[in-house]
């Protein structure tokens, strides 16, 4: 009977294998019909190799994949960081392909890849931008030109050229009378409204000067202050006028759109602000739109006819300086005329090279030899077909790929193998493996106090006693650990999850047995927690500025004991001295639990998941001897996964790494809400107004109203205390347009 009775392990075994195997066949079926988006395509050095630029999973960064356009065999892989929004600004230099993206945490991010698919970033997370990086980085003539903060408050302005980042600080002494406030590029100037580029620099002292967007040959701005009389415009034409002297620019016969119908090119004046004639393309373009390619080439394409619904899509590259053209019809034709139109089709070629490429939102791509006309053509579907090649078909290769992918299907079936697998050995070897096990791991390990915080059966019977597998949460000199502890339990013990326990821990091997009170005595005590309840903050010590906040050390006083506290106080938000707060001291580091009126409902409710460790960024403050850091978390529940940042001053002797899992506790109606709100649209909105209830942990909890789109969201959330939230911010949230709840998911200012 008892055999019959371990037999029936099997049917979840067969059963679990019947759905695994329709969910990998149902997979590549949707790997056929419905691929992973690609950001961008990229044909790259002189067309023989192309590029793909694809979000990794949960969005968390870009895949970088290198082909040989011939074939396309995988020749290389790499990473591209960036944040959720996943935007792209590339140009070609000197045989490289520049890759600018943005990230939150770290600001510009400049990846060079050479012929040989060697990746490199420049940027070193030093440069941020105002905004958003397609609006803030501008191409000009293959040059990128970007302007913005350097990770602080300083300003700076940078150009990319021939593979290399060059980068001014705005703030140093003796380039401008006052120090520089803000920095704005001057209107048209990008767009052929002006021989050279130029930014509006606003000075402390209320005084105004413009700057040159490109570097000279000492890698410096062309500077001139608005004179004292006269408008802004007036200056503005003299910093214009100033400038193309300076770089020896022709500002009399630039090349742009006269707006009025049939909107074609035209030569224009920017001197006078006079439009001159029709450029003379061999045939007419009509609702042109004019590239500048670089610094002696733009590309002028459009349409065959005045309505271009009647038309073809035709293009000429004319050389400024011999008045030259060469059509590219043949290159530009592969796009429709919406699609030659939008923003994001790019075109580039370098100088001196007879290659001109584009790239359209990972749609397509191109390549022209404009000395032979020869073009090649990549559209996403003949990419995804080389991403994707060994993976379309039933096959070992694809089904391994299908187990290496995980999921909670996977997981299941893996784990049901397991227990049969494990139950045929253990049956033989269990009990002289357990025996021996335990002597060596008592003699060798070292005495620790712990908490289960998970339980489950394995599956295993002795003596009808069930094997179950303990999760113990402890402290390891100063690092929470977590290991699994296998033990054949008796019905009748009540074993409990929040039961306090001895283990003796072995930390070379990672492992650990449970002990009884005669195997721990005479051992050494574990270090306890210890609450202090409602302490009163007597005194605050500033440390300087950490990321739009302010770092400071909080000083406590409970009864006749003292505590201090390393924080960073949140723009906007303020600690005030005599407000009382709930703190935790574990091994002699003492946190704040909670601040002010939001202390009072901390503990209602609270769930502890599990969370793994997927980034650190070190901030450059330490205030005694505790690091501020910044860290991500998964937060994982099922097959659910959430992902949080958070800010924490962490011991320098504590060793925290990426990878490591730690329990998180999160109140159960904030996650059922972020659960539901993630479900929902997403957007950009305008805070209105914020105001504060205290903190959770070392966090502000705020109550914040955000527009968007004319209607007025409630955010109610923990933030971030190194970005902050202020009125007139602009954030990305999710949303609920019944409830209007919303939920931050990007601090975009």
Do not use: C
């Not at 610094?295 to 073809?312: C, N, P, R």
């Amino acid at each position: 009977m008892r055999k019959l009775g371990g037999l029936i392990f099997l049917f979840p075994v067969i059963l679990l294998s019947i759905f695994l195997w329709r969910d990998y066949t149902k997979e590549i079926e949707d790997l056929n019909d419905n691929p992973p988006e690609i950001a961008e395509i990229y044909y790259f050095d002189e067309g023989h190799k192309a590029v793909a630029v694809s979000f990794k999973e949960y969005r968390e960064n870009m895949q970088l994949q290198m082909f040989d356009a011939a074939t396309g065999q995988l020749l290389k892989e790499g990473e591209i960081l960036s944040d959720i929004h996943g935007q792209l600004v590339a140009s070609y230099q000197k045989g490289s392909l520049v890759i600018n993206s943005h990230v939150q945490s770290r600001g510009l991010q400049v990846n060079v890849l050479d012929s040989s698919g060697n990746l490199q970033e420049l940027a070193q997370s030093r440069l941020d931008i105002p905004t958003f990086l397609s609006s803030d980085m501008k191409l000009w003539r293959g040059r990128l030109i970007v302007a913005g903060n350097m990770m602080g408050t300083a300003l700076y302005v940078a150009q990319i050229e021939d593979g290399k980042l060059e980068m001014v600080n705005l703030n140093a002494e003796g380039l401008f009378l006052a120090r520089p406030e803000r920095v704005a590029e001057v209107r048209d100037s990008f767009n052929q409204g002006m021989a050279v580029p130029m930014y509006k620099v606003d000075l402390v002292n209320d005084r105004t000067a413009y700057i040159s967007g490109i570097l000279d040959q000492n890698q410096q701005p062309v500077v001139m202050m608005q004179p004292e009389e006269g408008s802004s415009f007036e200056a503005e034409e003299q910093a214009a006028a100033q400038f193309a002297k300076h770089f020896n620019l022709d500002a009399t016969k630039l090349v742009r759109v006269n707006s009025s119908f049939p909107e074609q090119a035209h030569y224009y004046n920017a001197s006078t602000d006079d439009w001159g004639n029709v450029v003379p393309t061999p045939q007419p373009v009509y609702q042109a739109r004019v590239i500048t390619l670089n610094s002696e080439e733009v590309l002028i394409t459009g349409s065959s006819t005045e309505d271009e619904q009647d038309g073809q899509v035709i293009g000429y590259l004319l050389h400024e300086k011999n008045g030259q053209f060469t059509d590219v019809s043949t290159l530009v034709a592969q796009l429709s005329y919406e699609e030659l139109m939008q923003s994001e089709t790019a075109f580039y070629k370098e100088n001196g090279s007879s290659k001109l490429y584009y790239s359209a939102q990972g749609k397509s791509a191109g390549i022209m030899d404009v000395a032979s006309q020869a073009v090649q053509h990549l559209t996403e579907n003949q990419m995804q077909q080389w991403r994707f090649a060994d993976l379309r078909t039933v096959s070992l290769q694809s089904f391994w790929a299908y187990l290496l992918e995980g999921g909670a299907l996977v997981i299941n079936w893996l784990v049901w193998v397991l227990i049969i697998s494990f139950m045929l050995i253990s049956l033989i070897f269990a009990p002289k493996i357990a025996n021996k096990v335990n002597k060596s791991a008592v003699a060798n390990g070292e005495i620790k106090q712990g908490t289960i915080v998970g339980m489950r059966e394995t599956g295993l019977y002795v003596n009808e006693r069930p094997q179950v597998e303990f999760r113990v949460h402890f402290d390891d000199g100063g690092q929470m650990r977590e290991v699994a502890i296998k033990k054949v339990i008796s019905f009748l013990e009540g074993i409990r999850e929040g039961d306090t326990v001895m283990i003796s821990y072995n930390r070379k091997r990672n492992k650990a047995i449970f002990l009884t009170s005669d195997q721990a005595v005479n051992q050494a005590q574990p270090e306890k927690q210890e609450r202090i309840e409602r302490a009163v903050l007597e005194r605050i010590d500033p440390y300087g500025a950490a990321g739009r906040g302010q770092a400071l050390l909080l000083h406590f006083k409970a009864g006749t004991d003292r505590y201090s506290v390393p924080v960073v106080q949140a723009a906007g938000f303020e600690y005030q001295i005599g407000e009382r707060a709930n703190l935790m001291v574990v091994g002699g580091v003492t946190r704040i639990l909670g601040y002010g009126p939001s202390m009072r409902s901390i503990d209602e409710k609270m769930l502890t998941l599990q969370g793994k460790i997927v980034q650190i960024k070190k901030e450059p403050i330490t205030i005694q001897n505790r690091r501020l850091m910044v860290i991500d978390v998964v937060i994982t529940e099922g097959a659910e996964q959430l992902r949080k940042s958070n800010s924490l001053f962490v011991p320098e002797n504590m060793p925290i790494h990426e990878g490591v899992t730690l329990p998180m506790s999160i109140r159960k109606d904030d996650l059922d809400k972020e659960r539901r709100l993630l479900k929902g649209k997403q957007g950009s909105a305008k805070v209105v107004s914020v105001s504060y209830l205290g903190t959770v942990g070392e966090r502000p909890l705020a109550r914040i109203t955000a527009e968007r789109a004319g209607t007025h969201y409630i955010i109610e959330q923990s933030i971030e205390p190194l970005y902050g939230v202020q009125e007139g911010d602009e954030l990305w949230i999710t949303y609920d347009e019944s409830t209007r709840e919303a939920l931050i998911l990007n601090y975009t200012s």
